[in-house]
């Protein structure tokens, strides 16, 4: 599987990344570098091997289903690059 | 007498409490080493905090004298910008938080001022802790105060070692008695090898990841970093802990580390997996790990061979899960709620442009092999199957650890290099963690002792790996480690 700049430019939008034309051929053979290192993974037989995603989860928990924290608006709106009253703002969505 | 700078944790706890010195005057002698180190441009602090260290060490002060002084009351720290702290900006060395400002404090620095630490600042490292090298910083690589003895390299600037290089530097330099670290593939233990220091990274779960910047959920973990075993065994016991603010932190009780320092190593068994030893490996690296089992030995512990057969697959596994869990967690940064914002032609373009500025370039490759593997159509064929080799490494050391208590490898194959070496590939790069993801992989502990200096005149260490939840095995046979390889060697720039 190799990646072509098709493909760089279909990741970037997935990935919300705004990379140049000009650079995606690049980015493309970095890619397939590494991708094709991985590939090595192929040797390994898994049949039957559970995948881990948390090598804790035999400590998993659950908490009671109430409210710790909150009403901290002004905490949360603190770092906001844009705001009005108790609201983040963004680039006009619906027209 | 000695110098403040030069003391350890442990010592300066004792002269404080015993009033021969105070933590103003500790305090005082870091930062005057603190401007001293940045007068010569080794960028260690993103942002230091010399007003609030002096108004903590006077608080400090004035608890001592009333008999309320916590562990590390008085202590100059520094603070891996990973680590949110109230007030103080905190950027994960990335351009995308430049102006971020926490309104909360992150559980393990909350536990570290509870105990009276005092901040010296906010240390550099690896854009959102991805390298090894400190050079990803947007802030400007760190500059190890360790220069070789070769007089054709002397010139050379060195990485530290990263991920977390302000951490290790400072330490190293004396600028800091301690620091904290996170280690997602080795960047506490790696680079505590590379400047001659101490670093261990618990198990995961054992310290709160709650208020530390994500980069790899189920691989992140906080550390300590010193200058000795005890002083980070000391830091660590006020570190860890159950948190109910993390998910994934672990309720057991936190041991008390510092009983098993200096505790008799005999009969104990340490495994030497039999696939860390690579081709193309620097031969120095080798004879130093067969020094530090002949520590071990001669402290009465009996060296055994182990095999951890998926070991070569432990990068690559990395190398997929760790970009996959970035760039789910990277997504956060979109210009909305906090950090960088670009404007764009509509939403998306202002997310997409947002990003492409905010992040450097290893971040953006990291969200694209992650974004690519998580993929439709891929997502098994990755993601997946890194998963279930993931299983089978963890599996290796369950097995090993049958065998013995505890296991000796390097923690890289090498020693420090030069800033701007291994820049231009980036799986050069990534084979500097050979030999530490394995635990990450695993959720084991692991510590990094400094045992020797290598010919060129740099520091090399040696990594213990553990059980999970037991540090103090560790604690213990790195403590006889410590003794047996009797390290004091100085970096040439101290403060």
Redesign the interface.
Known sequence: MTIDQKTVAKIASLARLKIPVEEQNAVAGELNKILAWVEQLNEVDVEGIEPLANVNDAFLRARPDVVTEGGSAQDILANAPSQTADFFTVPKVVE | MTKLTDLTITEAVHKLNAKDISAVELTDAHIAACEKADKAALNIFITPTYDLARHQAKESDARRAVGQAGALDGIPLAIKDLFCTKGVRTTAASHILN???P??ESTVTQKLFGAGGVMLGKVNLDEFAMGSSGVTSAFGPTISPWSGTDPAQAARKLVPGGSSSGSAAAIAARIAMGATGTDTGGSIRQPASFSGIVGIRPT??RCSRWGVIAYAS?LDQAGSMARTVGDTALMLRTMAGFD?KD??S??VPVPDYLAALGGSVKGMKIGIPHEYRIDGINPETNALWDKGAAILREAGAEIVPINLP?T??AL??Y??IAPAEA?SNL?RY????????V??E????????T??AG?GKEV??R???G??VL?AGYYDA?Y?????????I?HDFLQAFEKCDAILTPPSPGTAFAIGEKQDD??QMYLEDVFTVTLNL??LPGICVPVGLAQNGLPMGLQLIGR?FDETTLFKVASALEKGAGFTAKPPFTA
């Open positions: 102006n971020f400002v309104t909360y995961y779960g189920s109910p998910a994934t672990v309720d998926h070569k697959y690559p596994v190398y997929i760039s997504a979109d210009g909305v709620r906090f950090g960088l914002r404007e764009g509509n939403l998306n373009d202002m997310y997409a442009a990003r492409f992040f953006r490759r969200i694209m092999i974004t690519y993929s990755y997946r199957k890194a998963q279930r080799v993931r299983r089978l963890r980036p799986l695993a959720g999970a």
